[in-house]
């Protein structure tokens, strides 16, 4: 090991996660992180698209633990990390052209995803995406037993917290301007959520 802060889940997920986003971010030149954690994302992402400026943030409690393993990786297009609160910014001018967020939907409170939308409604721009991975519940139902089981230790852990409807995201993004361009299943009972400025909803 290196002594730098690691997660699991991050690096169980990342692989799975960039060969979609080979896809996805093709056309991309900017992409803003949010939630970034240990950098573990950021770090293998700019690596592996050196066309595209990576920008990882982080909550400015939390931003300590992004910092050490972006700061050894030194990749030109990874941006310093930089903090950032979903309810008051700072969000970045000119907006990128994608939004990435692994993991933070079913952690933070739903005022702050409902905030998080209320952002990018107020800045994105035609063709701008919004890309988010995690677990996701459909129809109110749960996709596994894992996930029910995961749903209530979130619970138990916040009671603000809890695996989102994946009907509701949606609402969400449309009311923001953003059509759902693909919802793509991934391993250990996730998704990857693909929202377009000016794409067409999928029914």
């Not at 361009?181 to 250990?188: G, K, L, N, Q, V």
Request: aromatic share 8%.
């Amino acid at each position: 090991m290196d002594g730098l802060p690691f997660s699991q889940a991050a690096e169980n997920n990342r692989a799975p996660i960039l060969q979609q986003l080979r896809t996805l971010l093709v056309e991309a030149r900017s992409v803003l992180e949010i939630g970034a954690g240990t950098g573990q994302h950021a770090v293998c992402f700019a690596a592996e698209f050196p066309h595209l400026r990576w920008q990882p943030t982080e909550h400015p409690d939390q931003l300590g633990t992004l910092l050490p393993r972006c700061a050894a990786a030194a990749l030109g297009n990874l941006a310093s990390p930089t903090s950032l609160d979903i309810t008051a910014g700072p969000w970045p001018s000119p907006w990128p052209d994608a939004v990435y967020t692994a993991n933070t939907l079913h952690i933070v409170a739903k005022s702050l995803v409902e905030d998080l939308f209320s952002a990018c409604a107020l800045r994105a721009t035609e063709g701008s995406r919004l890309l988010i991975y995690g677990p996701f519940n459909y129809g109110g139902q749960y996709t596994s037993e894992s996930n029910a089981r995961f749903d209530e230790w979130l619970k138990e852990r916040d009671g603000r917290s809890g695996i989102r409807d994946f009907e509701w995201v949606r609402e969400l993004a449309e009311g923001a301007g953003y059509g759902l361009e693909a919802d793509i299943a991934m391993p250990a009972n996730n998704r990857l959520l693909s929202f377009r400025v000016g794409a067409k909803p999928s029914p």
